[in-house]
């Protein structure tokens, strides 16, 4: 049986960003797989890293049950929206404060590349946009997947990534919507 961790970074619970971390959740639950949650939002923290590395801030109880469930997970599954070609600053702020040395990388001193302490983990990143997908591509070169998946995820260890881009959200309809929530459903059923 897998062990799933479910990352939702968008802040409002409302959104269809909830909705679709819902459907993977009930396609993992069906598979019988162990799933854990995490609503970034619902998290008591603050996201500033006031000192940087220099100094090491301390973690809320919020957080540090978070790096537990991130350490136990198997299978990383992260749910958020493209805002300004990046992610919600909830989210930036809860990698800050969570992806730290000694927690999912360690510096070393004779290489300038870290040690990542997260192999063995795979990852699932579920992105919604306004912005269309070949727009995302062909001109802004795929700004989020780069920063997040190779930036924060391949950096720390995590193998395989496997992205679903789902756009546009905006002009969206019912149809457009259910189509979406069955395809990231799926997805959770086969643990991917």
């Not at 619902?42 to 978070?66: I, M, Q």
């Not at 579920?126 to 391949?154: C, E």
Request: charge should be positive; charged fraction near 20%.
């Amino acid at each position: 049986m897998k062990k799933i961790l479910i990352i939702n970074g968008h802040p409002n619970t409302e959104s269809f960003n909830h909705s679709l971390a819902a459907a993977y959740l009930q396609g993992a639950q069906d598979s019988n797989a162990e799933v854990a949650v995490i609503n970034i939002a619902a998290l008591d923290f603050n996201p500033n890293l006031r000192y940087g590395y220099r100094k090491r801030t301390s973690l809320e109880p919020d957080l540090e049950r978070a790096i537990t469930m991130l350490k136990a997970a198997e299978h990383l599954v992260w749910v958020f929206p493209t805002w300004w070609a990046s992610y919600p600053a909830i989210m930036k702020g809860f990698i800050d404060r969570t992806f730290l040395p000694g927690i999912t990388f360690e510096t070393q001193q004779k290489s300038p590349f870290p040690k990542p302490l997260l192999k063995g983990k795979s990852a699932r990143v579920i992105i919604t946009s306004d912005t269309p997908k070949w727009y995302d591509f062909l001109y802004m070169k795929r700004p989020v997947r780069h920063q997040f998946n190779k930036g924060v995820l391949a950096f720390c260890g995590v193998s395989p990534i496997k992205t679903t881009y789902i756009s546009v959200i905006k002009n969206s309809n019912e149809k457009q919507r259910a189509s979406w929530l069955n395809q990231v459903y799926a997805l959770g059923k086969k643990q991917l």
